[in-house]
C-alpha cells in the first residue's frame, strides 16, 4: 500500500439540506479534510444507487450518501424513497461480499455545518483507515471490462 | 467536439488565500473540451462578467463553468450573463470553490487539487448539458400570511394596500399577537395597544383583506404563484354572522376560573371568552377543555342568554382550501418559561415571573389594571430584582444566541416599575447591556441615571424564599466578583426568546428550511434575509431570529414588497428543472413500459398516464406522460424508473454519470 495513502471520497448530497449545510460550514470556516468530492443532485430520491457503485468503480474508495433529516425535505418524500432504496441496496451489498464501511448514508440538514464537517473527517479517517478499494475494481473491473 | 471556457475567480481573497487560483487557471487549460481558461479577482462583478461575455463571443464558447461560489448564491447571476451573451443560461454551471473548497481546506497542493477536480467534473457536466428554456406559469394573486401579530398584520396590510388579496390566517382567536400584550413600548414608552389597535382594526376592515382568525394551516401544496392552502378552522361553536359580540354569555358563564392566557396566568377567564377587550374579531370561543357542556353535558347557559341565538355547540371544524400565489410566515416566538430555570425555584414561586407577565402586571388593561402588585399576595413590591439573560447566551442551560430584547425591555420594565413605585428599588443583574438601536442607549442611560436604576454586572446564582422576601443571591463582577444579597419582593427573569411552538412542524409542511432552535431560515443571511429557499415562501418577524418590534415591521414590510413584486409579474418562469418521460418513433413509442411505479413515488401527481393510440382509435400502449407544470424536479422518479425511460433535465442520467466518469 502507499505510505501516503489519500482516499478519494465522493458525496452525493441534496441540493437543499445537505449541499447547503455542507455551505454552512464554509460560511463557517469549519475546516474539514479535503478528500471529498460533492456531487449535487436536487433531491436523495435522485440518486440510483447504481451510481454509488459507479463511483467506487471510477477510483473512489468511499461514499457519502446524504439528504434531509426525515420529515425535512424538500420535495416532502424523496427522502424516504432514498431510505428505502438505500435498505435492500444495503442488504443486496451486503450479500454480495461489499464492504458496507465505505458507503456511508447520513441525514445532514442546512443547519448543520459542523455535522458535515464531522461526518466528512469521519469518513475519510475511516476509509484512510481501510486503505484503496482496488478489491472492488477488481471484481467489478473484471466483469465490465 | 465541445468549447467550453472555465472562469476561475479569486472572490478577493476568499478564494485566491487558500487555492492558487492562476495555477488552477492553467490545469484547466489541460481539460479536452476547455478551449479558453482564465482567472480573474471578481468574477461576479462588473467587469468580471462583461469578461466572461466577451469570451463567449470570441471563442464561440458552447458552455460555460464559473469557479466561485456556491452554487444557491451566483447561479442565477451567471446564468443571466451567460444568457445574455447568447448562450443558452443552462449551459453555465458553476463549481463551488468558496464554500467546499478555500474556506474549509488550508491552504496547499491539495486544495487547489481538489479545486481543479471539481472544476473538472462540472466540465464534463457541461459537455452533457441541453439547452433547456424556463417554464411559464400563471400567478394566483392572492398571498396568505401566517401569524397575525403586529409582523403579520403588517405584511397584510401593506400587501393589501398595493392592491391584491391576502388571507391573514392566526391560530388563536384574534389577532394582535405578543405585541397587544405588551404594557408600554421601548424606547418611546408609548403605549403597545394604543399603536397596535388601530392596525389591528384596519387590517380586519381592509376590503382586500380576509381574516381567518382561530384556523391553522393543515396543509400546502403546490408551488410558487400556484400553491393550494388547507386551512382548518377550528370551531368556535359559535355563528359568526350573528354574534353582535355583546358579551352576555361570558358575563353569564358559569365557569370563571379558568387561568387566562392572555394574562400570561395572572387573571382568570371564562369558559366562552374573548382574549382580551380590544379582540378583533371581538366574537368569542368556547374552550372546550373547559367547558362544563362538554365536562358533564350539562350548562348550555350562553346558549340560552345569547339573544342572536349564535351558540352552535354541534359546529365542527371545517377544512378550507385556497388558491395563493404567495405565502408570508410571520408567526413570531414564545418565551421560555420560568420553570426551567432550578436555580430560581423551578417557577414554584409565584412572585418570580417572566418578562411577558411582568408586562401584564403594567399594563392599564392587565389583571391589577397596571398597579404594582406582587402575585402572591397582591402586596405592592418594595424591592424588585430583573435578571437578564436568563436561559440567553447560556449554552450550558439554555440557548447560545442572545434574544437580543431583553436588555431593552428590562430597562424598559425597571422604568416602568419605578413611575409606578415611586419609592421602590430596582436592581437589574446584567452579562453586557446590548442596546443597540436608535434612541436604545439612550433609553438604558435614562433608566440608570434618571430612574435609579441599580445595575450590577453579574449572574444570579440562586434565590431562595425566607419570611416572605426572595433572596437573591448574586455577585457583582465589578467589584471583583463580591457577593450581592439582595431581600427582594418579586424578581422578573428576561427569558430567552424561543421558536414558537410546533414551528417545525409548519416549516416541514411549507417545505421552508429552519435552523437547529426551530427559526426559520432565510434564503441568504444578509441578501435575501426576507426569503426561503422555497420560491413565493417569505419571512417576517420574530419566527426568523429574535427582534424587536420596528424591525419586525421594516421585515414585514419587506417581505410584502416582495410579495407585491412577485404579483406584478402576468406569469412566473420557472426552473426547467422537470423530469422528462422519453418518446421515440414508431413502434417504440418510448422506453416507458407503463407500470406506473413512478406515480407511487411522485410527491406532486405530476405524473399522467397516456394512451397512445392508432388511427382506427385502438389503444397501443399506456405511457407515463409528466406534467411539467406540476414537476417540481426532485428526480424520484427517474431513481425508481426500471427502463430508464425518464430523466430529469438538468440533472440527467448522462451528465451525472459523465461526473462520475472524471472523478
Known amino acids: ?145 | 467536439m465541445s468549447r467550453i471556457g472555465v472562469f476561475t475567480c479569486h472572490c478577493g481573497e476568499n478564494i485566491g488565500a487558500t487555492v492558487d487560483c492562476v495555477k488552477v487557471a492553467e490545469m484547466c487549460k489541460d481539460i479536452p473540451g476547455v478551449v479558453h481558461s482564465v482567472e480573474y479577482k471578481y468574477m461576479c462583478s462588473d467587469p468580471g462578467q462583461r469578461q466572461m461575455q466577451e469570451a463567449i463571443k470570441e471563442h464561440q464558447l458552447d458552455g460555460v463553468v464559473v469557479a466561485a461560489c456556491s452554487p444557491r448564491m451566483h447561479e442565477p447571476t451567471f446564468r443571466r450573463a451567460a444568457g445574455d451573451a447568447g448562450i443558452n443560461p443552462y449551459m453555465c454551471e458553476m463549481a463551488n470553490l468558496r464554500e467546499h473548497c478555500s474556506w474549509v481546506h488550508e491552504k496547499g497542493d491539495a486544495t487547489t487539487q481538489k479545486a481543479a477536480d471539481l472544476i473538472r467534473v462540472l466540465v464534463e457536466k457541461v459537455k452533457h448539458n441541453e439547452p433547456l428554456h424556463p417554464i411559464k406559469v400563471p400567478v394566483t394573486r392572492t398571498a396568505m400570511v401566517i401569524g397575525g401579530g403586529v409582523g403579520g398584520i403588517q405584511v397584510a396590510l401593506d400587501i393589501a394596500n398595493g392592491g391584491h388579496k391576502v388571507v391573514l390566517v392566526e391560530k388563536s382567536p384574534s389577532i394582535g399577537g405578543h405585541m397587544s400584550q405588551l404594557s408600554e413600548t421601548f424606547p418611546t414608552l408609548d403605549c403597545s395597544q394604543c399603536i397596535l389597535t388601530p392596525r389591528m382594526v384596519e387590517a380586519a376592515q381592509h376590503p382586500n383583506i380576509t381574516l381567518m382568525t382561530y384556523s391553522e394551516v393543515e396543509k400546502v401544496d403546490g408551488f410558487i404563484g400556484n400553491f393550494k392552502v388547507t386551512v382548518r378552522k377550528k370551531a368556535r361553536k359559535l355563528d359568526e354572522k350573528l354574534c353582535t359580540g355583546c358579551g352576555l354569555c361570558i358575563q353569564k358563564c358559569p365557569n370563571k376560573k379558568i387561568s387566562d392566557e392572555f394574562n400570561e396566568g395572572l387573571g382568570t377567564r371564562t369558559a366562552i371568552y374573548v382574549p382580551f377587550p380590544q379582540a378583533v374579531p371581538n366574537k368569542p370561543v368556547i374552550d372546550l377543555q373547559n367547558c362544563t357542556y362538554y365536562k358533564t353535558g350539562k350548562c348550555k347557559v350562553c346558549e340560552k342568554m345569547c339573544p342572536t341565538n349564535a351558540i352552535r355547540f354541534d359546529q365542527e371544524d371545517e377544512l378550507v382550501t385556497l388558491d395563493i400565489g404567495a405565502i408570508v410566515l410571520a408567526t413570531g416566538f414564545k418565551l421560555m418559561k420560568t420553570d426551567a430555570f432550578p436555580e430560581y425555584g423551578y417557577g414554584k414561586h409565584k412572585d418570580i415571573i417572566d418578562g411577558m407577565q411582568f408586562e401584564r402586571l403594567a399594563s392599564a388593561s392587565g389583571p391589577t389594571s397596571g398597579v404594582m402588585k406582587r402575585p402572591s399576595d397582591g402586596k405592592e413590591p418594595e424591592t424588585v430584582v430583573f435578571i437578564a439573560c436568563s436561559g440567553s447566551r447560556d449554552r450550558a442551560k439554555g440557548v447560545p444566541y442572545c434574544s437580543k430584547i431583553c436588555c431593552m425591555y428590562t430597562a424598559k420594565h425597571a422604568m416602568l416599575y419605578k413611575h409606578k413605585v415611586h419609592s421602590g428599588k430596582a436592581y437589574v443583574f446584567y452579562m453586557d447591556i446590548r442596546a443597540a438601536g436608535k434612541d436604545y442607549d439612550e433609553f438604558v442611560r435614562r433608566a440608570i441615571e434618571e430612574d435609579e436604576v441599580k445595575y450590577i454586572r453579574g449572574r444570579v446564582s440562586k434565590i431562595y424564599e425566607e419570611d416572605g422576601k426572595l433572596i437573591v443571591m448574586g455577585a457583582d463582577t465589578l467589584m471583583g466578583g463580591e457577593p450581592v444579597v439582595i431581600k427582594a419582593d418579586m424578581v422578573v427573569l428576561a427569558t430567552a426568546v424561543q421558536s414558537n411552538d410546533r414551528s417545525e412542524e409548519l416549516a416541514q409542511t411549507l417545505h421552508v428550511s429552519y435552523d437547529s432552535y426551530g427559526f426559520f431560515a432565510e434564503a441568504h443571511p444578509k441578501l435575501r434575509p426576507v426569503e426561503t429557499n422555497t420560491a413565493g415562501i417569505f419571512l417576517a418577524g420574530a419566527c426568523q431570529a429574535p427582534r424587536d418590534i420596528p424591525e419586525t415591521v421594516a421585515q414585514a414590510s419587506g417581505a410584502a414588497a416582495k410579495v407585491v413584486g412577485l404579483f406584478s409579474n402576468d406569469e412566473l418562469t420557472r426552473e426547467p428543472i422537470v423530469a422528462v418521460v422519453n418518446r421515440q418513433a414508431a413502434p417504440v413509442y418510448s422506453t416507458c413500459v407503463g407500470c406506473f411505479l413512478c406515480q407511487g413515488a411522485c410527491p406532486y401527481q405530476a405524473i399522467e398516464q397516456e394512451e397512445i393510440k392508432a388511427r382506427s382509435g385502438e389503444v397501443i400502449m399506456t405511457l407515463a406522460r409528466i406534467n411539467p407544470g406540476l414537476c417540481q424536479g426532485c428526480g424520484t422518479c427517474v431513481a425508481t424508473c426500471r427502463t430508464k425511460a425518464i430523466d430529469l433535465q438538468g440533472f440527467s442520467n448522462e451528465q451525472i454519470y459523465a461526473e462520475l466518469m472524471t472523478l
Open chain 1, 1 to 145: 500500500m502507499d505510505e501516503k495513502f489519500e482516499p478519494k471520497i465522493t458525496a452525493f448530497v441534496c441540493n437543499w439540506c445537505t449541499y447547503a449545510g455542507a455551505d454552512l460550514t464554509g460560511t463557517s470556516r469549519i475546516k474539514y479534510q479535503s478528500n471529498v468530492r460533492v456531487l449535487r443532485v436536487p433531491c436523495t430520491g435522485r440518486i440510483d444507487y447504481m451510481m454509488v457503485l459507479k463511483a467506487l468503480h471510477k477510483g473512489a474508495d468511499g461514499v457519502i450518501v446524504s439528504g434531509c433529516h426525515p420529515n425535512d425535505c424538500h420535495y416532502t418524500s424523496g427522502n424516504y424513497h432514498a431510505r428505502r432504496r438505500w435498505m435492500v441496496f444495503k442488504k443486496m451489498m451486503e450479500v454480495m461480499g461489499v464492504d458496507m464501511r465505505r458507503i456511508t448514508f447520513s441525514w445532514v440538514s442546512a443547519a448543520e455545518g459542523a455535522r458535515w464537517a464531522q461526518l466528512v473527517n469521519e469518513v475519510t479517517d475511516q476509509v484512510r483507515a481501510l486503505g484503496p478499494y482496488a478489491e472492488f475494481r477488481q471484481i467489478i473491473g473484471a466483469g465490465i471490462e
